[in-house]
């Protein structure tokens, strides 16, 4: 079955570093360009970065731009997100997603790729 699996979450000071992985099951990653969104409790989920298929492109929100970094390591079938300085309104569920179609950025989601998706929280 097709499936996208985050890991690396956790609970981490403000102004702490996490990196969250996402593996790829049941297609080829390398073909597709590869989101991060988050959800935090009571507020709507927003997309945090994308990364294209070749992962020569990358974009960010402005929210996380400086702090976070996207990358990918097709022969691992991975992408990473290099969460820094990280701070408490970055708390969230964070989820990723790959394109419904193909390489570019950004993701129009294909929410039968979603994971369940791991849990962020910058707390002191």
């Known amino acids: 079955q097709l499936q996208l699996v985050e890991s690396g979450g956790g609970l981490v000071q403000p102004g702490g570093s996490l990196r969250l992985s996402c593996a790829a099951s049941g297609f080829t990653l390398e073909t597709y360009a590869i989101g991060w969104f988050r959800q935090a409790p009571g507020k709507e989920r927003e997309g945090v970065s994308c990364i294209s298929s070749s992962g020569h492109h990358t974009n960010y929100a402005d929210s996380v731009k400086g702090r976070f970094a996207i990358s990918r390591d097709n022969a691992k079938n991975t992408v990473y997100l290099q969460m820094n300085s990280l701070k408490p309104e970055d708390t969230a569920v964070y989820y990723c997603?790959?394109?419904?179609?193909?390489?570019?950025?950004?993701?129009?989601?294909?929410?039968?790729?979603w994971g369940r998706g791991t849990q962020v929280t910058v707390s002191s």
């Open positions: 997603v790959k394109d419904l179609y193909g390489g570019s950025c950004p993701v129009r989601p294909d929410f039968g790729s």
